[in-house]
């Protein structure tokens, strides 16, 4: 046998494995290729995984977990990974001025975690970006005004009378308050009264369809579930799983809700929207077809689609958010009963037995620290970001085209150097006199900050006030055994989600 043919076999597994080897290497470099980009910039963090990033212990843990743990660890300046995406964490007040004020034009989006997210909901606010997202704004900004939360009182006060209903029967009958189905309840048929102006009923009936489609669609919301991170990872997968109608949100439930609104706009428009001042009918006071937004692309007009879009959004966060904060807020007054008398004498005093309204519920002092606090205690949303669109170099840090800027606003509301004493539930830190030694840029970041803060911010405030004082001076919440003394997240959200319900008990004040 020559020696040509002995080295044939050798040649046989050798191309193959060669083939292998170099296939692996280049995936391993394209998992991990911006996984120095922090370390380079001398900013430390966790240790990423190849293509994971640092998901796999964000998912394991949860959120408010890791952002409070790493802030723990590394201080104010932390780097992540969103699988590719190096997210530069920080409760540096200079940075978070100069990214969501001062230079907002070069930190003008949001990082879009979701690519895969069903249409038209991906045509509202927070799906779009750029100069569509400016024109959003515009147009929808005038709905929000003092004017217009003052016209939308009297179904408020509906909802409210409502809430008390429903909350005496479950305490007549001898049943611990779950908060968040109770306020749940409450804030979805806020929300579709004063936004498209039909009732849904949900208090008092847990069976209700509106309420349960909505609640499905918040028990998968998790971030990182596998098409997500698929899509996120190669970006090249996406029209393949739009293809295969693969949403990040569950179908059925995404599809009721962007019908219901279609249907409410086909009816609106048969009978034109007479007397008629909620945010849809502002919204189709401004619709456009496409080609006409094209050729004035200046002008505050939204297209069937965007109103769709933004309807979604609306119905959505305007049940969750405010049912949040008045769910943390009432297991704190349980937690915190001196408090809760203090806020029960301030609003007999200011008010007395007056009818809420929003001149009367805004000028109740301590009824807006025990609100802000509560949003500092538990934040909604863990942590919010925005992208650079350009290089940018920031307190000597460089921060890459298409990396991010993250607030772990659980971090920041928990940041001693604010808020002395973290842990413990004390709205007078918000008082006239107090706050002042909190910056506003940390005091408002629980809504964002700068021109993308939440639109529905100061609705969001005026509809809790007006449960608060329903509530408050009505009855008495109490901790039992069932109350938690600790919550605990959902691991996986990104949301202020409990593990498990919070309960607590309820008295009838004496008249």
């Given at each position: 046998m020559d020696a040509a043919t002995t080295v044939v076999p050798w040649l046989g597994w050798t191309v193959p494995v060669t083939l292998l080897c170099i296939v692996i290497t280049l995936l391993y470099l394209y998992g991990t290729w911006t996984h120095t980009t922090w370390s380079s910039a001398g900013v430390s963090g966790p240790k990423p995984l190849p293509f994971l990033g640092n998901i796999g212990e964000i998912n394991k843990k949860g959120f408010f977990h890791c952002l409070q743990e790493w802030g723990k660890q590394y201080g104010k300046m932390y780097?992540?990974?969103?699988?590719?995406?190096?997210?530069?964490?920080?409760?540096?007040?200079?940075?978070?001025?100069?990214?969501?004020?001062?230079?907002?034009?070069?930190?003008?989006?949001?990082?879009?975690?979701?690519?895969?997210?069903?249409?038209?909901?991906?045509?509202?606010?927070?799906?779009?970006?750029?100069?569509?997202?400016?024109?959003?704004?515009?147009?929808?900004?005038?709905?929000?005004?003092?004017?217009?939360?003052?016209a939308m009182n009297k179904f408020i006060t509906r909802c409210c009378h409502n809430l008390i209903a429903a909350m005496r029967k479950n305490t007549e009958e001898g049943k611990l308050l779950d908060v968040k189905q109770m306020y749940g309840s409450f804030t979805l048929d806020v929300i579709c009264g004063t936004a498209f102006g039909f009732e849904t009923n949900a208090l008092g009936h847990e069976d209700n369809v509106f309420l349960n489609n909505v609640k499905a669609i918040f028990a998968e919301a998790r971030v990182f579930k596998v098409g997500n991170i698929i899509a996120a990872v190669f970006p090249f997968t996406i029209p393949f799983f739009k293809w295969l109608g693969y949403s990040s949100m569950p179908k059925k439930e995404a599809r009721f809700i962007t019908e219901t609104i279609r249907s409410a706009i086909e009816t609106r428009r048969k009978d034109g929207g007479k007397g008629r001042v909620d945010l849809l009918q502002l919204m189709l006071d401004a619709e456009a077809t496409g080609s006409e937004i094209a050729g004035n692309p200046q002008e505050k007009r939204l297209t069937t689609d965007e109103i769709i879009g933004q309807g979604f959004t609306v119905f959505i966060a305007g049940y969750e958010t405010t049912a949040t904060t008045l769910q943390y807020l009432t297991?704190?007054?349980?937690?915190?009963?001196?408090?809760?008398?203090?806020?029960?004498?301030?609003?007999?005093?200011?008010?007395?037995?007056?009818?809420?309204?929003?001149?009367?519920?805004?000028?109740?002092?301590?009824?807006?620290?025990?609100?802000?606090?509560?949003?500092?205690?538990?934040?909604?949303?863990?942590?919010?970001?925005?992208?650079?669109?350009?290089?940018?170099?920031?307190?000597?840090?460089?921060?890459?085209?298409?990396?991010?800027?993250?607030?772990?606003?659980?971090?920041?509301?928990?940041?001693?150097?604010?808020?002395?004493?973290?842990?413990?539930?004390?709205?007078e830190r918000f008082d006239d006199e107090n706050k002042d030694a909190i910056p506003s840029i940390v005091r408002e970041m629980v809504f964002g900050a700068g021109p993308r803060q939440c639109i529905g911010m100061r609705l969001a405030l005026y509809e809790a006030k007006m449960a608060v004082v329903t509530v408050v001076r009505q009855f008495k919440f109490v901790k039992v055994p069932e109350t938690p003394d600790e919550i605990t997240f959902r691991p996986g959200f990104a949301l202020a989600l409990p593990l498990r319900p919070v309960l607590v008990g309820t008295q009838l004040r004496e008249a």
């Amino acid at each position: 046998m020559d020696a040509a043919t002995t080295v044939v076999p050798w040649l046989g597994w050798t191309v193959p494995v060669t083939l292998l080897c170099i296939v692996i290497t280049l995936l391993y470099l394209y998992g991990t290729w911006t996984h120095t980009t922090w370390s380079s910039a001398g900013v430390s963090g966790p240790k990423p995984l190849p293509f994971l990033g640092n998901i796999g212990e964000i998912n394991k843990k949860g959120f408010f977990h890791c952002l409070q743990e790493w802030g723990k660890q590394y201080g104010k300046m932390y780097g992540i990974y969103f699988m590719h995406r190096p997210l530069l964490m920080t409760t540096d007040v200079d940075i978070l001025k100069e990214v969501f004020i001062k230079d907002f034009a070069d930190f003008p989006d949001r990082l879009n975690a979701n690519p895969l997210q069903p249409y038209p909901v991906n045509q509202g606010l927070i799906g779009v970006t750029g100069d569509r997202w400016r024109r959003q704004r515009h147009t929808l900004t005038p709905t929000f005004s003092t004017s217009k939360l003052k016209a939308m009182n009297k179904f408020i006060t509906r909802c409210c009378h409502n809430l008390i209903a429903a909350m005496r029967k479950n305490t007549e009958e001898g049943k611990l308050l779950d908060v968040k189905q109770m306020y749940g309840s409450f804030t979805l048929d806020v929300i579709c009264g004063t936004a498209f102006g039909f009732e849904t009923n949900a208090l008092g009936h847990e069976d209700n369809v509106f309420l349960n489609n909505v609640k499905a669609i918040f028990a998968e919301a998790r971030v990182f579930k596998v098409g997500n991170i698929i899509a996120a990872v190669f970006p090249f997968t996406i029209p393949f799983f739009k293809w295969l109608g693969y949403s990040s949100m569950p179908k059925k439930e995404a599809r009721f809700i962007t019908e219901t609104i279609r249907s409410a706009i086909e009816t609106r428009r048969k009978d034109g929207g007479k007397g008629r001042v909620d945010l849809l009918q502002l919204m189709l006071d401004a619709e456009a077809t496409g080609s006409e937004i094209a050729g004035n692309p200046q002008e505050k007009r939204l297209t069937t689609d965007e109103i769709i879009g933004q309807g979604f959004t609306v119905f959505i966060a305007g049940y969750e958010t405010t049912a949040t904060t008045l769910q943390y807020l009432t297991y704190l007054l349980a937690l915190n009963p001196d408090k809760q008398e203090k806020l029960y004498r301030e609003i007999v005093d200011t008010i007395g037995n007056a009818e809420p309204t929003y001149d009367n519920v805004t000028s109740i002092k301590y009824l807006d620290s025990c609100v802000r606090e509560a949003l500092r205690c538990f934040p909604p949303a863990a942590l919010t970001s925005r992208g650079a669109l350009a290089e940018k170099t920031i307190k000597g840090v460089k921060i890459p085209a298409g990396a991010g800027v993250g607030v772990p606003i659980i971090g920041l509301m928990r940041d001693e150097e604010f808020f002395p004493e973290p842990d413990k539930f004390i709205p007078e830190r918000f008082d006239d006199e107090n706050k002042d030694a909190i910056p506003s840029i940390v005091r408002e970041m629980v809504f964002g900050a700068g021109p993308r803060q939440c639109i529905g911010m100061r609705l969001a405030l005026y509809e809790a006030k007006m449960a608060v004082v329903t509530v408050v001076r009505q009855f008495k919440f109490v901790k039992v055994p069932e109350t938690p003394d600790e919550i605990t997240f959902r691991p996986g959200f990104a949301l202020a989600l409990p593990l498990r319900p919070v309960l607590v008990g309820t008295q009838l004040r004496e008249a």
